[in-house]
């Protein structure tokens, strides 16, 4: 699907410009010219991306083939080519994912491309234009910013809901380790690691579209990019501390079952130690020998061997306790 507008000098915007009214509005430096690719199919895209704007075919490729292209900003002369990733829809933490999109960026105009159905941070975008004059009267460069300060803002909802899980796991982790907190930490720690590696990139472009470094971003708009490049120092100032805070209660987790199993083998040990001479007492006097076994014929041979065994296993629990081996 191909969405554009053109916003001329008087703000009058057209929508579902034909390839003549392209041509015609790229022609008009003081206009303003979106074209959106939303999930297009090949030949749509080559047809506005090599065809009508002859970008470099290096820039086509890596528009074309969204197999997690590293965030980056090239710089082409007459414009950018920018990759941001944006969170995908209905995503989870357990799943967590990104979808690519791709910015070029020229004086009057900008172009857009991202290979899903639909996309929640684009159509707020589309809605705004209607009501923040200011998303299209201060040129291509500043419409970049409000589709990026969007994309941006959806990682918010999820650091937080990571923040919030993973608070609740280490008070249940401190109180009574179970094995499923185990599986929770490790998905907690996989979606950090994953953002961790999205948003580090893109800070790096932030950076470079704050700084005076490309003619087509002028001063006002690079205070604006300046502050997305703020919101992602922040984000990944957290995804360092939730990861500190993971590693912390996946020792806790470990530690604590260690302990348990400690405990167990404790137990376990006295109980077998305590076994150890009763079952020597019961192997001697179960002997089938004919030789005449001590107290074997009395009347009260039974209540004195049970009074034996039960003396030395009263004896073994205070001389383990007095020496605070449980």
């Not at 967590?96 to 960026?105: G, K, P, S």
């Not at 975008?125 to 923040?132: A, H, N, S």
């Not at 998303?135 to 994309?151: A, P």
């Not at 005076?212 to 922040?234: A, G, K, T």
């Amino acid at each position: 699907m191909i969405h554009s507008v053109f916003i001329d000098p008087l703000s009058q915007k057209t929508y579902d410009l034909t390839t003549d009214q392209i041509q015609s509005a790229l022609q008009d430096p003081a206009g303003l010219l979106w074209i959106s690719l939303e999930h297009p199919t090949e030949a749509e895209s080559l047809a506005i991306l090599r065809d009508l704007f002859h970008f470099h075919p290096l820039s086509i490729d890596d528009a074309l083939n969204p197999d997690f292209q590293t965030p980056k900003v090239d710089d082409f002369g007459a414009y950018l080519f920018i990759i941001m990733h944006a969170v995908a829809m209905n995503t989870t933490l357990a799943e967590l994912n990104t979808v690519e999109v791709n910015f070029y960026l020229g004086a009057n105009y900008l172009v857009t491309l991202y290979h899903e159905a639909e996309m929640d941070s684009l159509a707020a975008v589309w809605k705004r234009i209607e009501r923040d004059e200011r998303l299209i009267q201060n040129g291509s460069d500043f419409l970049t910013y409000g589709i990026i300060d969007e994309v941006v803002d959806d990682y918010a909802p999820f650091i937080d809901q990571l923040d919030e899980q993973l608070g609740e796991l280490e008070d249940q982790v401190m109180a009574t380790p179970e094995k499923h907190q185990m599986a929770r930490l490790l998905v907690v720690k996989h979606a950090l690691i994953f953002l961790r590696r999205v948003i580090s990139p893109q800070r790096e472009v932030m950076n470079r579209l704050s700084r005076d470094e490309f003619p087509m971003i002028d001063n006002q708009s690079r205070i604006y990019f300046r502050d997305i490049y703020d919101h992602l120092v922040r984000y990944q100032d957290n995804i360092e501390s939730l990861r500190d805070i993971v590693s912390s209660a996946l020792d806790i987790y470990l530690n604590s079952t260690s302990l348990r199993l400690n405990e167990i083998m404790k137990a376990l040990t006295i109980v077998s130690t305590i076994f150890l001479p009763l079952s020597f007492f019961a192997g001697v006097y179960g002997m089938n020998f004919n030789r005449q076994v001590p107290a074997y014929d009395w009347t009260w041979g039974i209540e004195f061997f049970w009074g034996i065994c039960l003396a030395v296993t009263a004896g073994m629990l205070w001389y383990f306790r007095r020496h605070h081996w449980f």
